[in-house]
């Protein structure tokens, strides 16, 4: 019997960057696209997500916020959060529950490498 392969929600503005990581990381789990801020806790209450890929400075900063919101909204069920950002702020990454820090240019191969340490099977 095979299983539908983990979603995971990549929050990403810039359509080149998306899809360089999706072409990787379909290989082995669902990848779902967010652009805007609004569908990010929207997708994550209505679906099963296995773990989010962020850009904190999405949206001029706003992805931080959107870090903040994930982690009070679904506390009670925790989804791993993997930022691949050009910022350095790895300890305010960390510090505010990222499950792992990736500082761009990020190869997709290293990407899918974290995820599949964050991602728990059969979830």
């Given at each position: 019997?095979?299983?539908?392969?983990?979603?995971?929600?990549?929050?990403?503005?810039?359509p080149?960057?998306?899809?360089?990581?999706?072409?990787?990381?379909?290989?082995?789990?669902?990848?779902?696209i967010?652009?805007?801020?609004?569908?990010?806790?929207?997708r994550?209450?209505?679906?099963?997500?296995?773990?989010?890929?962020?850009?904190p400075?999405?949206?001029?900063?706003?992805?931080?916020?959107?870090?903040?919101?994930?982690?009070?909204?679904?506390?009670?069920?925790?989804v791993?959060?993997?930022?691949?950002?050009?910022?350095?702020?790895?300890?305010?990454?960390?510090?505010?529950?990222?499950?792992?820090?990736?500082?761009?240019?990020?190869?997709?191969?290293?990407?899918?490498?974290?995820?599949?340490?964050?991602?728990?099977?059969?979830?």
């Open positions: 019997m095979c299983s539908e392969p983990p979603p995971i929600l990549l929050v990403e503005n810039d080149a960057t998306a899809e360089l990581y999706s072409q990787t990381i379909s290989q082995e789990f669902t990848v779902l967010c652009e805007r801020e609004e569908q990010v806790i929207e994550l209450k209505d679906e099963k997500i296995s773990a989010v890929i962020l850009e400075a999405l949206l001029g900063g706003r992805g931080w916020a959107i870090l903040s919101t994930i982690q009070r909204e679904l506390a009670a069920h925790p791993p959060v993997i930022l691949c950002t050009t910022s350095e702020d790895r300890r305010r990454g960390m510090e505010m529950g990222a499950a792992a820090f990736l500082v761009k240019p990020v190869l997709p191969t290293a990407l899918l490498g974290v995820l599949r340490k964050v991602v728990q099977p059969g979830k």
